[in-house]
C-alpha cells in the first residue's frame, strides 16, 4: 500500500515542473478561468512567491506527486463575512498584502484521474490545515468549486447547495468532500471568478459560433456565458461556496 509524504514546490525544481504539470492537465479544460484579471496577473507570481505554500502529496514508492494544492497567505478580518469576490479576492488581497496575513486562502486542488477516489484531497486539505497552523494563522478558507454543478447551469446556487441524493448526504460530490474533511459552508461567493473577453475568445475555447446575443450554457461552466454582440464582448461570471476550516 503506497505511503504519501507532504512537500511542496519549494523543496526542488523537479517537484515543482511535475507540479504544475499536474495542475495544468486537471485544468485545461477549463482553460478560460485563467483568464480572470487576477488569475492573468498575478496567479503565476503569487505561487513562486509562496512556493512553501504550494502542497505536494509524494508517493514515497515513485517519489512522484500524486494531488496539489495551491494556496496563498492573505489577511481576511472576519469569515463570517466573505466577499461575493471568492478566488478573485484571494488572489488579488494575496498580491497586495495591505496587512500580515493571518489566513490561508486555498486556490485548488489537483488530483490526476487515475489517483481519485482515493481520499487525496483530504490529505491535501489537512496538509494546508498544517501549514496555517505552522504560521499561527487563523484557519483555511475556501472558494470550492461543486464539481458537478455545470450539469446544471441554470440553477442558482443557493438551492444547489441544498441539493440531497438518494441517501440523504449533499448532493454535489465536491462539496460532500469538504464537509467530510471537516469544513463548514460559509456563503456564497457569487463573483469568484470573472472572465471578460472578446465574443471571439469565447468562440475558440468552445468551438461554437455564436450569432445572437443571450446566455450560452458551455461544457464544465457552472452558469451561462453571458454574450453580448453589440459590444463584442462575453462575460463569465463563476459562482463558489465559501468554505472556512478552523482548529
Known amino acids: 500500500m503506497s505511503r ?3 512537500k511542496t514546490r519549494a ?7 511535475a507540479a504544475i504539470a499536474i495542475e495544468q492537465s486537471s485544468w485545461n479544460a477549463l482553460g478560460y478561468l485563467h483568464f480572470t484579471r487576477a488569475h492573468f496577473r498575478h496567479y503565476d507570481e503569487l505561487l513562486e512567491r509562496y512556493a512553501d505554500f504550494q502542497v505536494c502529496l509524494v508517493d514515497e514508492d515513485t517519489g512522484y506527486p500524486v494531488a496539489i494544492g495551491c494556496s496563498v497567505p492573505f489577511y481576511c478580518d472576519d469569515t463570517s463575512r466573505l466577499p461575493s469576490e471568492g478566488w478573485d479576492w484571494i488572489v488579488e488581497s494575496a498580491w497586495r498584502a495591505d496587512a500580515p496575513p493571518n ?4 486556490l485548488g486542488i489537483s488530483v490526476p484521474q487515475v489517483h481519485r477516489s482515493k ?3 483530504r490529505l491535501v486539505i489537512k496538509a494546508m490545515r498544517e501549514i496555517a497552523d505552522q ?3 487563523d484557519g483555511v478558507v475556501i472558494p470550492v468549486r461543486p464539481t458537478a454543478k455545470w450539469k446544471y447551469p441554470n440553477v442558482p446556487m443557493s438551492e444547489y447547495i441544498g441539493w440531497t441524493d438518494e441517501k440523504g448526504r449533499t448532493y454535489d460530490p465536491w462539496l460532500r468532500s469538504h ?3 471537516g469544513g463548514r459552508i460559509v456563503g456564497e461567493a457569487q463573483r469568484s471568478m470573472v472572465v471578460e473577453e472578446p465574443v471571439a475568445f469565447w468562440e475558440t475555447w468552445t468551438g461554437r459560433t455564436f450569432n445572437r446575443t443571450g446566455d450560452y450554457a458551455i461544457d464544465g461552466a457552472l452558469a451561462p456565458v453571458s454574450i453580448e454582440l453589440e459590444s463584442g464582448v462575453g462575460k463569465y461570471v463563476e459562482p463558489n461556496v465559501w468554505f472556512a476550516y478552523a482548529d
Do not use: E, N, Q
Open 11 to 17: 523543496d526542488g525544481d523537479a517537484l515543482k515542473r
Open 4 to 6: 504519501y509524504v507532504v
Open 119 to 121: 481520499g487525496l484531497a
Open 135 to 137: 504560521c499561527g494563522f
Open 179 to 181: 464537509l467530510a474533511a
Open 103 to 106: 489566513m490561508l486562502g486555498g
